[in-house]
C-alpha cells in the first residue's frame, strides 16, 4: 500500500516524517521548496507500508517533454535523500517489495527514468544494490563535535589561536541582512572553478527562497580580515546535525586556513548549542581538491561514501529522449 503526498500537504509530509522519526532536513517539505528553485517539478512524498515495515521516500517529478504525450524523470533534490527504511527485521525484503511498487508507479505516471543522490549519513544505498546502477563517488566527511571539543581542546582554544595567528574575525552573521555580501564572494567563487558553467550556479532567486522557506534552520558564518569579509558559508541545521551546504571566498590566498578557521568555529557554535554532528561534505575531485584535504583533517569520524543511484523505467522511452553518458550523469547529479 502506498500513498502520494504533495508538498502543499504541509502537516501530512511532516507526520509522515515523525512515524519514521526523520529529523533530517534535506527530508522536510521545506527543504523542497528551495530545492524546486533548481529542480523545477512537483514535489511529493512516497510513503510506502506493508507487514514488514515503512518507507518515506520524497522526491521532484520532472516534465522533460514538450510533445502531447508528457514523459517525466523523478529526482532527490541537490543536497542528500533517498528513500528511508523502518524496518521490523528484514529489510531486503521491505526494499524489494516498496521498489516494485515504486516501479509500478512510475510506469502508470509516465516517469521513465529516476535518479537518486542517496545519504551517506543514512547509509541507504547498501538496501537498494540489487535494485539500482549504483555509483559510489566519493567521500564524505563528518565532525562529532562533542567528541573533538575535549576539554583540553577548549582550553587550548585551536580557532582562537587561529584567528589571531591569521588576522581573522570570525562572526555569525544575518542569513538575510548579509545575503548578498555571501553572493559577491560565492560568485567570485564559483567564477574560479572548472566547472563554472556547471549545471547548479545559484541563482539570487534560489537563496532568496531558501532564506525564506528555512527560517531558523539556516545559519550563516563569515570570515573577516581587515574588516573586510573574505570567506563565508551558509549551513543547515536540524534534529541533531549541521550540514555544510555553500561557500564562497574572494581569494584562493590563505583560503585553506581561512576555511579552516571557519569551519572550526562552526563546530564550536554547534557543540555551545548541542548539536551532535558536523558534516563538512566532500567533493568529486577527491584529494586532489584543497578543500577535501582539510575536511579529512578535522573530520573524527569515519568517511562516510556518498553514491547515486538509476533506473531508467522505459528505456524505448528514454533513448528516444536523447540518453545521457554515464559521465553527464554524473556530473549532473554530483553535489558540487
Known amino acids: 500500500m502506498y500513498e502520494l503526498i504533495s508538498i502543499q500537504e504541509h502537516s501530512r509530509w511532516q507526520r509522515i516524517l515523525d512515524i519514521l522519526k526523520i529529523s533530517d532536513i534535506y527530508y522536510t517539505s521545506q527543504y523542497f521548496l528551495s530545492a524546486l528553485k533548481l529542480d523545477p517539478g512537483e514535489a511529493l512524498l512516497f510513503y510506502y507500508k506493508d507487514e514488514d515495515g515503512e518507507v518515506a521516500y520524497p522526491f521532484i517529478k520532472r516534465r522533460i517533454s514538450d510533445e502531447n504525450t508528457p514523459y517525466f524523470d523523478v529526482t532527490t533534490p541537490f543536497g542528500y535523500g533517498g ?45 537498494f544494490k540489487d535494485h539500482l546502477k549504483l555509483s559510489p563517488l566519493y567521500e564524505t566527511f563528518t565532525i562529532k563535535l562533542k567528541d573533538y571539543f575535549t576539554s583540553t581542546t577548549k582550553k587550548q582554544s585551536p580557532t ?136 579529512r583533517g578535522i573530520a573524527n569520524c569515519e568517511p562516510a561514501v556518498f553514491s547515486i543511484g538509476q533506473q531508467i523505467h522505459d528505456l524505448h522511452a528514454y533513448h528516444n529522449m536523447g540518453s545521457f553518458e554515464d559521465e553527464d550523469i554524473i556530473r549532473r547529479y554530483r553535489n558540487i
Open 160 to 295: 582562537g589561536q587561529a584567528e589571531k595567528d591569521l588576522d581573522l574575525v570570525v562572526k555569525k552573521l544575518g542569513t538575510v541582512r548579509h545575503m548578498f555580501e555571501f553572493l559577491v564572494l560565492y560568485y567570485s567563487a564559483a567564477r574560479r572553478r572548472e566547472e563554472a558553467d556547471s549545471y547548479y550556479f545559484f541563482t539570487n532567486d534560489y537563496f532568496e527562497t531558501l532564506i525564506s522557506s528555512m527560517g531558523p534552520n539556516l545559519h550563516l558564518f563569515g570570515a573577516y580580515h581587515e574588516n573586510k569579509l573574505v570567506s563565508a558559508c551558509y549551513v543547515l541545521a536540524m534534529g541533531d546535525t549541521i550540514y555544510y551546504h555553500l561557500e564562497g571566498s574572494l581569494s584562493e590566498v590563505e583560503s585553506e586556513n581561512t576555511l579552516r578557521t571557519l569551519l572550526l568555529k562552526i563546530a564550536e557554535w554547534g557543540e555551545e548549542n548541542y548539536y551532535t554532528f558536523f558534516h563538512l561534505g566532500g567533493d568529486f575531485q577527491g584529494e586532489a581538491n584543497k578543500d577535501t584535504q582539510i575536511k
Open 83 to 127: 528513500p528511508i527504511l523502518k524496518a521490523g527485521k528484514n529489510h531486503s525484503k521491505l526494499a524489494a517489495n516498496f521498489r516494485k511498487a515504486f516501479v509500478e508507479y512510475c510506469q502508470s505516471e509516465k516517469i521513465i527514468a529516476e535518479y537518486i543522490r542517496f545519504h551517506p549519513l543514512k547509509e541507504n544505498a547498501q538496501f
